[in-house]
């Protein structure tokens, strides 16, 4: 616009043409006519002001003539300092980021629905579980722990998994991992842990990484690390997807049904779609070709309709004064208590239906805390645990800038809440009444104290001197962790293998190594070996290994074909050839959510004939870690599709990452051209599109081709 524009007001005040009259949103107000209230008014939908009009305003709600050029004294003259719109804009860019999370930083999340099944009432008072098919909006956010806010999904590390439940009783957050165990016990060593864990102070370097010095140093000193390291270096530490990814709340927690008995009981998420890995190679070239790998993977899910599902599982134990479960200290975070003898029971299903609308306002500010806990289901006294209670909240106060961060829409509960707590920085309620203490004369004493509401202790019995020391029970460090080496198959076992010596290998102290090798020496002679053979080092004599029995639940190996849901198969085509595998295949195996993606040498779309196909993928834009299956059309042989390197490339990555590779009639030329050996476990020789289709359902089902991946590891 310019100066002398029509539309600029004219002495007398009268601006000509005015403008048409505003639709203003509706003004929302809670029962006492204050403005919005958190809590009360919580469905109430998106924040008006989050640009729902047409209209470009500044904050205060005035229109804006040009937002693309500032105010100057001329067009080649400097800015002028009453330029509103141009200090307020940059202004409040330069405070658009908050501190990212100390830990935990990198996340995806998602909305969604928890079903309870009802069959939880005999051990919990918890409304959301104990009611048959009571339904409860949840929050999940996923996460990876060590890398920033930018860094790559596919790292190896523990991930994060955080949900807030919005139950009617208020808000319920199970704070857990995808690990049900975890390095330390108690909470004093969490900045070590992390601080050992992070890159290197001096160059910041490496990131998202725990293949380097100081991580390792901490874990060959600190023995009770063992079981999560194993954890950490097996292939659950790189998820195919957050959709086939356990959760574990890790911590026992100790819960209260409505008759008073109470049981200590573990949390576990089970995923519909089965516990499924990468591989190593394949996890690191996601983090150049596709660092939002899982990220884009859960939101493309939702949004497909394929919404990711997890039944909810308790491991329920009495609640013995000893605190311990056939021999295993229950209070101790590093144990865990093997599902075969005392089974997870399903309680609920959850389901995540909605993508956020808008990640910061969500998925970064969304705030959980161990202590949320609602009416039933109480802590326990392990150390770790009690340590969290204080920092979660102590963080989000300064993550999220004041004591007022329960009043953003991703935290109201969806429980009315008429606390006492006042002002403080980022308030938005507009408190009505005088009255904020108690007890109170003037507002009749109200709110009032509920004697059966969240927070009534459990009177559990503690007395015992004041001293900094583990019960003794805390010293065995060793015996789970070769629990679970011993409960993995051969490939997983060669995967663990395969990731402490690379690990150890990124670690320049010898001193280090040497440390680590004898700690592996107390989980197993083997491992040990192993690793020290691809080191180049000594393997230490271990002691006389402990006797365990190994708990199969633990090995991902499937004993069969599972659902495939959002499982993708990369079809390679060339114009001319057979186009006609892409149609059979979707309606193969369409209906269970499998998709189809067709690939090729150039973009726009593929011809053969009378028929064509969309291409939705070029060898340019694509990288083998987008498929769970590749089939080479007949017809590629000889194309430029079937002679680019790029899909010698893509079917070798294929085959070495153990997915189903299926050659349709003379498509078999193109995996012969890109060498992979004939017969091989999971690969497939077919004429007819049919055959091509029932060999991948059940490939895709079993996640991998164990047989391949035994005989490229050895194992
Ligand atoms: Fe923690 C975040 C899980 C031990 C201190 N933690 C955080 C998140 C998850 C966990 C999933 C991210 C939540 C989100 O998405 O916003 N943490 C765990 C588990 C632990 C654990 C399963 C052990 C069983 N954490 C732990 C200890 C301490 C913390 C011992 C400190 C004494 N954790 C934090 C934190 C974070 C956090 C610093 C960072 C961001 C946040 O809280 O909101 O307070």
């Known amino acids: 616009m310019t100066a002398n524009s029509s539309d600029q007001p004219v002495p007398g005040g009268?601006?000509?043409?005015?403008?048409?009259?505003?639709?203003?949103?509706?003004?929302?107000?809670?029962?006492?006519?204050?403005?919005?209230?958190?809590?009360?008014?919580?469905?109430?939908?998106?924040?008006?002001?989050?640009?729902?009009?047409?209209?470009?305003?500044?904050?205060?709600?005035?229109?804006?003539?040009?937002?693309?050029?500032?105010?100057?004294?001329?067009?080649?003259?400097?800015?002028?300092?009453?330029?509103?719109?141009?200090?307020?804009?940059?202004?409040?860019?330069?405070?658009?980021?908050?501190?990212?999370?100390?830990?935990?930083?990198?996340?995806?999340?998602?909305?969604?629905?928890?079903?309870?099944?009802?069959?939880?009432?005999?051990?919990?008072?918890?409304?959301?579980?104990?009611?048959?098919?009571?339904?409860?909006?949840?929050?999940?956010?996923?996460?990876?722990?060590?890398?920033?806010?930018?860094?790559?999904?596919?790292?190896?590390?523990?991930?994060?998994?955080?949900?807030?439940?919005?139950?009617?009783?208020?808000?319920?957050?199970?704070?857990?991992?995808?690990?049900?165990?975890?390095?330390?016990?108690?909470?004093?060593?969490?900045?070590?842990?992390?601080?050992?864990?992070?890159?290197?102070?001096?160059?910041?370097?490496?990131?998202?990484?725990?293949?380097?010095?100081?991580?390792?140093?901490?874990?060959?000193?600190?023995?009770?690390?063992?079981?999560?390291?194993?954890?950490?270096?097996?292939?659950?530490?790189?998820?195919?997807?957050?959709?086939?990814?356990?959760?574990?709340?890790?911590?026992?927690?100790?819960?209260?049904?409505?008759?008073?008995?109470?049981?200590?009981?573990?949390?576990?998420?089970?995923?519909?779609?089965?516990?499924?890995?990468?591989?190593?190679?394949?996890?690191?070239?996601?983090?150049?070709?596709?660092?939002?790998?899982?990220?884009?993977?859960?939101?493309?899910?939702?949004?497909?309709?394929?919404?990711?599902?997890?039944?909810?599982?308790?491991?329920?134990?009495?609640?013995?004064?000893?605190?311990?479960?056939?021999?295993?200290?229950?209070?101790?975070?590093?144990?865990?208590?093997?599902?075969?003898?005392?089974?997870?029971?399903?309680?609920?299903?959850?389901?995540?239906?909605?993508?956020?609308?808008?990640?910061?306002?969500?998925?970064?500010?969304?705030?959980?805390?161990?202590?949320?806990?609602?009416?039933?289901?109480?802590?326990?006294?392990?150390?770790?645990?009690?340590?969290?209670?204080?920092?979660?909240l102590d963080t989000q106060l300064s993550r999220l800038g004041g004591p007022n961060f329960a009043q953003l829409p991703i935290n109201r509960p969806h429980a009315p809440v008429d606390d006492m707590l006042r002002d403080g920085m980022h308030q938005t309620a507009v408190h009505s009444g005088v009255v904020a203490y108690k007890p109170n004369a003037i507002d009749g004493d109200r709110p009032t104290a509920s004697p059966d509401g969240a927070f009534v202790a459990v009177p559990t019995r503690v007395e015992g001197a004041k001293v900094k020391e583990n019960p003794v029970s805390f010293s065995d460090h060793f015996t789970q962790a070769r629990l679970f080496w011993l409960s993995l198959s051969p490939v997983e076992q060669a995967h663990e293998v395969e990731a402490y010596t690379f690990e150890l290998g990124k670690c320049a102290s010898d001193e280090v190594r040497a440390r680590m090798l004898a700690s592996l020496a107390r989980v197993d002679d083997d491992l040990a070996r192993r690793v020290a053979v691809g080191l180049g080092m000594q393997a230490p004599e271990g002691p006389e290994p402990a006797e365990v029995q190994p708990s199969p639940a633990l090995s991902q190996k499937p004993s069969e074909p599972g659902r495939v849901d959002g499982r993708v198969v990369g079809v390679i085509v060339a114009d001319d050839g057979d186009l006609g595998i892409v149609s059979a295949l979707r309606s193969a195996l369409g209906d269970e959510g499998v998709v189809v993606r067709v690939v090729a040498a150039h973009g726009g779309e593929v011809v053969s004939g009378a028929e064509r196909e969309t291409v939705e993928r070029t060898l340019l834009t694509t990288r083998s870690i987008e498929y769970d299956a590749v089939v080479v059309a007949d017809g590629t042989a000889g194309t430029p599709a079937g002679t680019d390197p790029r899909t010698v490339v893509l079917l070798q990555e294929a085959f070495r990452h153990g997915k189903a590779i299926a050659a349709h009639g003379s498509g078999q030329g193109v995996l012969v051209a890109a060498g992979l050996p004939d017969g091989a476990p999971g690969v497939t020789l077919v004429d007819d599109a049919g055959a091509v289709a029932q060999s991948l359902r059940e490939a895709l089902g079993l996640h991998r081709s164990w047989e391949r991946l035994a005989m490229l590891a050895g194992a």
């Open 14 to 392: 009268v601006v000509p043409g005015a403008p048409e009259p505003r639709t203003a949103a509706p003004a929302r107000r809670g029962p006492t006519g204050c403005p919005f209230r958190p809590g009360v008014d919580a469905d109430d939908g998106p924040d008006p002001r989050a640009q729902a009009g047409d209209r470009l305003t500044t904050a205060q709600g005035l229109r804006v003539d040009d937002t693309d050029h500032s105010l100057k004294a001329g067009p080649r003259g400097p800015l002028l300092m009453e330029d509103h719109h141009f200090r307020e804009k940059i202004t409040h860019f330069d405070h658009e980021r908050i501190p990212e999370r100390v830990v935990h930083a990198r996340g995806a999340g998602a909305h969604g629905t928890f079903r309870s099944y009802g069959n939880a009432a005999s051990v919990t008072r918890a409304a959301f579980l104990a009611e048959a098919d009571r339904e409860t909006d949840v929050f999940v956010r996923f996460s990876t722990v060590l890398g920033s806010r930018g860094s790559a999904d596919t790292v190896r590390d523990v991930r994060g998994f955080a949900t807030k439940f919005y139950t009617d009783e208020g808000v319920f957050d199970l704070v857990g991992n995808n690990f049900p165990v975890f390095f330390i016990q108690d909470a004093v060593k969490f900045p070590d842990i992390i601080h050992a864990g992070k890159p290197h102070p001096d160059r910041e370097i490496p990131q998202a990484q725990s293949a380097h010095d100081t991580f390792w140093d901490f874990i060959s000193l600190h023995t009770e690390s063992t079981h999560m390291a194993m954890w950490a270096m097996s292939d659950r530490a790189i998820p195919r997807s957050y959709r086939t990814m356990e959760g574990f709340g890790v911590h026992t927690f100790r819960l209260q049904a409505a008759d008073g008995t109470t049981s200590l009981v573990k949390f576990h998420w089970k995923p519909v779609l089965g516990v499924h890995s990468l591989v190593w190679e394949e996890a690191q070239i996601a983090q150049g070709a596709d660092p939002d790998f899982h990220r884009r993977d859960l939101a493309d899910a939702i949004d497909a309709g394929a919404f990711p599902q997890w039944e909810l599982g308790l491991q329920v134990m009495p609640d013995t004064p000893d605190e311990t479960f056939e021999g295993i200290d229950l209070l101790d975070p590093t144990k865990i208590v093997p599902e075969e003898l005392c089974p997870v029971q399903r309680v609920g299903i959850m389901t995540l239906h909605a993508n956020p609308t808008n990640y910061f306002a969500e998925t970064e500010q969304v705030a959980f805390h161990v202590d949320h806990l609602v009416r039933g289901i109480h802590v326990t006294n392990d150390p770790l645990m009690q340590g969290r209670l204080f920092s979660y």
